[in-house]
């Protein structure tokens, strides 16, 4: 009794500490900013009246309806990239597969301004493919036109999300379902589609979730292919207009962070009431097959063809960094390496600085996330699902929103000798942390979701503690899991821009994202940005590599210790 | 799990290490927010710090409004000396707002006006270092390609060759391209400069949220035209682009500025920035070929390289537009509302209107017929008409529901609603009438 009294107190503490980080990092800052859709303008007398005029403006009705096609649409084009890359590298003797997930993770790593620019220059109206098709067969294809362009090129760009969680999720099922399967006389598909794919839900859903909410609330993309309306956008354009104090901005982020719990709800909701986990976990996934040469050629062509599709960005960014001029034409004028000489003498210290700021956002993000999964999984701390939601809001809230709020927040704190709070690094590698945070909870969620709770309480029972528990047992076996959201948190803080844009607030303390803005917003300059672009996608692409590396071989060192 | 801690711990550790390296104090440092791109600032970074040794300039890049915003939300610590931008009316904000601190420059040599417009401030809260026009750039290639014509005045842009071809950005997002709408309506007057601008807006490819996304579209070729400030079209053109630039007779020459900002932390390191900037070195730095800004001492000229504009003596921009800055406070949140509202957000409607107008008045050409003319002009009114006068759009009610003063009719929201409705109403009444007139001449 009074071992379990110590139990759950440490619970309550771990849960208090993670309610008061997210409290004082993301709940307060963004609550500076956003109260303003409560009140009138002008007056500041509290009301709903901004709520009921985002409900009789067409713009802002229509703008949503478009944001939940597109982002229903990027969810199915994302799947059908996602789905055959996941199923060949973690179900057969595929040669190259780790190249294969690893690649299949770049487009994440793309800063999202540049990826557009480039692919503009590939796809766009007057883009390399459609000056050959005009010369070649005399018609064009609008891929980047209007809202199916903004559905092309998020399908790209987030389907690693689906990717990752997928495959970490299949291989991280018990071989032995699929044994008792085939014993039962299933085989092939109906395999994959009975036993495999259900039992790998928990990753498809919490990859699947992060698109749809990401999708719905990115505005780059949409505002580079000239999209407006859409509702990330519309709230973007807004805020960040100067000389008006517009409300609809700000009520709109609320709607956005209304959509983005609703969406993790409802993705809860999905996988409720069914049991995903499997106890044996020492099988390394699912049985490898070797393909048949025929069907070998076929998956071949096929991964080939989907990895030139969502590398297309890459070569676009790579043609770019190496050419002179490059206007009207299928491809460059000529080539140089005088934009590289340009960028070399500032990126040093752009690269440090975003390793360092990814790699601590991204620690800080896998021990939280992980936190609050067994919280909610394992606990039953009242209102520990307000952990959950609280931190997926962040997906939600637009990075300005956040840069903002920490301003106001924290710019009026001073250290000793004067310098405000919010001019330290740390404070970027704070905001870039919660604004990753979702990406290694959900990661995490779907990581324990298929661990059986018997493994624990066999651990239990022979009289290990609780904290010993999580240690030797639970940690080791989410590692797959928690390795995933790491990289993904880390790939992606490291080309975070908005809320750094905001914080930043010297070239010495600027990563590399901010230093990419900062050559792309120049017609002279495209060129060096683009080399800049290489050098972040190069670096994260090793950083990812070796953890990748890292993962294969835990996966295989357990599979031999069992 | 050894993998995973291990990963953590590495990542912790690199942060020790490189944090060690990451905070040190400079004296001398000037701090600078801008929203100049570093082809700009570079080169001008380089040349002040070797003009003032021991000074560092310490450029923190920003777009306009996040550089507003930003000296907004710091100013109770205030740590930023200089803001550096081109919109005179980010300043005009900032004055407003009081962020920023009076400073009158010693340099001597430099105009008062350039084209028509003051070159400092009246009240001395920022000075003007450079001056840039508006115009209208294009690529050679799609042009040629499109065999599409070489145009010189905006009314051009709205002629039917051009459908599908202009791009703009929204003159709420580039304090550059709301200059070039107010320089439009001041020079045409209200109905008139809306028509205009609608016009060509019926031809518009796109219409972007950044300044900058205009010169890139022309220089990659996705679009064939835009209209924007002229060094984006110099600048491109010193990067080798095959992009051509005109000033059309409407257009105004304005101020690029800098000030000091409030309770600047190295007030006399911000003194010294303006002060080189205003230097015989400073201005000539204006006219590498990554900068192309002109600049505000006319000697500077003397050194420029063949055919780069000068404002002091080339016919073309002399006796330009006066442009009136106080009428265009009075009204810049309705104007960039309206261009939001009737333009941006109703491109769909207006483009479809003005195509079958186009093609009723290339029918017409082949086949004169009265009544359809008179559909094709009710047609061209309706696209014109304005849910507001120009006494209206400066009038204290209307103001008030942007700024949330207690005058206001009606909320920004509902005004907002009235006008797109209004506009779609007419643009789809004008697509009828055309699409009527078309029957007849066909």
């Not at chain 1, 190249?99 to 800063?111: I, R, S």
């Not at chain 1, 766009?124 to 005399?138: A, I, K």
């Not at chain 1, 394992?378 to 952990?387: H, Y």
């Not at chain 1, 590698?429 to 995490?444: H, M, N, T």
Request: hydrophobic share 50%; charged share 15%.
């Amino acid at each position: 009794m009074a071992l379990a009294g110590t139990r759950s107190a440490g619970q309550a503490t771990l849960a208090l500490a993670i309610a008061l980080f997210l409290g004082v990092f993301l709940v307060v800052p963004v609550a500076t900013v956003i109260y303003v859709a409560f009140t009138e303008k002008g007056g500041g007398a509290l009301t709903l009246i901004n709520f009921l005029d985002f409900a009789r403006t067409d713009l802002f009705v229509r703008s949503f309806w478009n944001s939940v096609y597109v982002s229903a649409m990027t969810v199915v084009w994302a799947s059908a990239l996602a789905l055959p890359l996941a199923y060949l590298t973690t179900r057969f003797e595929f040669r190259g597969a780790m190249l294969v997930q690893t690649l299949g993770f770049l487009p994440l790593v793309m800063p999202p301004f540049v990826g557009a620019v480039a692919m503009q220059l590939l796809f766009g109206r007057n883009g390399s493919v459609n000056l050959l098709l005009d010369g070649w067969f005399d018609f064009k294809i609008g891929f980047m036109e209007g809202l199916n362009g903004v559905i092309f090129l998020q399908a790209i760009h987030y389907f690693p999300f689906i990717l990752v969680n997928l495959s970490a999720a299949l291989r991280n099922i018990d071989r032995a379902m699929e044994e008792a399967a085939q014993n039962l006389g299933s085989h092939g598909l109906r395999l994959f589609r009975r036993i495999a794919l259900p039992l790998a839900l928990p990753g498809y859903i919490a990859g699947a979730s992060l698109v749809f909410v990401k999708v719905f609330d990115d505005v780059a993309t949409p505002l580079l292919l000239n999209v407006k309306e859409m509702l990330a956008p519309q709230a973007y354009l807004r805020i960040t207009s100067i000389g008006i104090d517009d409300p609809m901005g700000y009520v709109i982020s609320v709607v956005l962070i209304g959509v983005a719990v609703a969406t993790m709800w409802a993705s809860a909701q999905v996988l409720k009431g069914k049991d995903y986990a499997t106890t044996q976990r020492g099988g390394g996934g699912l049985a490898r097959r070797k393909l048949k040469p025929r069907e070998s050629v076929l998956a071949y062509a096929v991964v080939i063809l989907i990895l030139a599709l969502v590398l297309a960005p890459h070569v676009g960014l790579l043609l770019l960094s190496f050419a002179t001029v490059w206007s009207f034409s299928p491809l460059p004028d000529g080539y140089t390496l005088a934009h590289y000489a340009r960028v070399l003498d500032d990126s040093s210290v752009y690269i440090k600085n975003t390793l360092l700021y990814s790699s601590l956002a991204a620690a800080i993000d896998v021990a939280i996330g992980g936190a609050i999964a067994y919280l909610v999984l394992r606990t039953r701390l009242p209102g520990r699902q307000w952990l959950d939601w609280a931190a997926s809001t962040a997906l939600a809230v637009p990075g300005v929103v956040l840069g903002i709020g920490y301003l106001r927040a924290f710019y009026g704190v001073k250290l000793p000798d004067g310098t405000p709070l919010a001019a330290l690094w740390i404070v970027i590698v704070l905001a870039i942390a919660i604004r990753r945070l979702p990406y290694a909870l959900r990661a995490a969620y779907a990581a324990l979701q298929q661990i059986s709770v018997s493994l624990e309480e066999a651990a239990e029972n022979l009289g290990a503690t609780k904290a010993r528990t999580v240690r030797r047992i639970v940690v080791p076996l989410m590692t797959g899991g928690l390795l995933a959201g790491f990289v993904t948190s880390f790939a992606t803080a490291a080309v975070e821009l908005s809320a750094v844009l905001m914080l930043v607030q010297s070239n010495f303390d600027a990563p590399l994202a901010y230093g990419l803005y900062v050559l792309m917003q120049t017609p002279a300059g495209r060129g060096a940005g683009a080399a800049l672009g290489v050098i972040a996608v190069i670096i994260v692409a090793v950083c990812m590599g070796v953890a990748q590396l890292a993962a294969d071989r835990s996966q295989r060192a357990r599979g031999l210790d069992i | 799990m050894v993998r995973l801690s291990a990963v953590v711990t590495t990542g912790f550790a690199l942060g020790l290490v490189l944090a060690a390296g990451a905070a040190f104090a400079q004296t001398g440092k000037v701090t600078v927010v801008t929203s100049f791109s570093k082809d700009v600032t570079g080169p001008l970074k380089k040349a002040f710090e070797k003009a003032v040794p021991g000074a560092i300039l310490e450029v923190q890049n920003r777009n306009t409004n996040a550089g507003v915003k930003f000296l907004e939300e710091t100013k109770a610590n205030n740590q930023v000396d200089l803001f550096w931008a081109s919109a005179p009316d980010a300043f005009e904000v900032l004055k407003g707002k009081k962020l920023l601190s009076p400073y009158k420059p010693k340099a001597t040599g430099i105009a008062e006006k350039v084209g028509s417009y003051p070159v400092n401030d009246k009240d001395g809260f920022y000075s003007g270092f450079a001056a840039s026009g508006y115009g209208i750039m294009w690529n050679e290639r799609y042009v040629k390609a499109n065999k599409l014509p070489t145009p010189k005045e905006w009314q051009d842009l709205a002629t039917a060759p051009y459908f599908d071809h202009v791009s703009i950005s929204a003159p709420s997002r580039s304090g550059t391209t709301h200059l070039t709408i107010e320089t439009i309506l001041q020079g045409e007057g209200w109905d008139k400069g809306w028509r205009t601008t609608k016009e060509i807006a019926g031809n518009l490819r796109q219409v972007t949220d950044r300044s900058f996304g205009v010169p890139e579209a022309v220089n990659s070729g996705q679009v064939g035209y835009g209209i924007v400030i002229d060094f984006f079209a110099f600048s491109s053109q010193g990067a080798g682009f095959p992009v051509k630039f005109v000033y059309p007779s409407v257009t105004t020459l304005v101020p690029a500025n800098v000030g000091i900002v409030a309770n600047a932390p190295n007030k006399a390191g911000a003194e010294a920035f303006i002060e080189f900037l205003l230097s015989s070195a400073g201005q000539e730095a204006l006219l590498e070929p990554t900068i192309r800004r002109l600049p505000v001492r006319p000697e500077t000229y003397g050194k420029a390289p063949a055919g780069y504009p000068n404002p002091f003596k080339d016919k073309n921009l002399q006796g330009l537009l006066t442009f009136n800055a106080e009428l265009s406070e009075s009204r810049t949140a309705a104007v960039d509302t309206l261009f939001d509202q009737l333009i941006t957000f109703q491109l769909e409607p207006l483009k479809a209107a003005t195509k079958a107008l186009h093609d009723v008045d290339a029918a017409l050409a082949n086949k004169d017929n009265a009544q359809a003319r008179a559909l094709a002009k009710e047609g061209h009114d309706l696209i014109a008409a304005m849910p507001i006068s120009a006494a209206q759009a400066a009038s204290p009610e209307i103001r008030a529901a942007f700024t949330g003063g207690k005058q206001k009719s009606a909320r920004q929201a509902e005004l907002e609603q009235q006008w797109s409705a209004f506009a779609k109403e007419k643009y789809s009444a004008a697509k009828a009438k055309a699409d009527e007139a078309l029957k007849l001449v066909r």
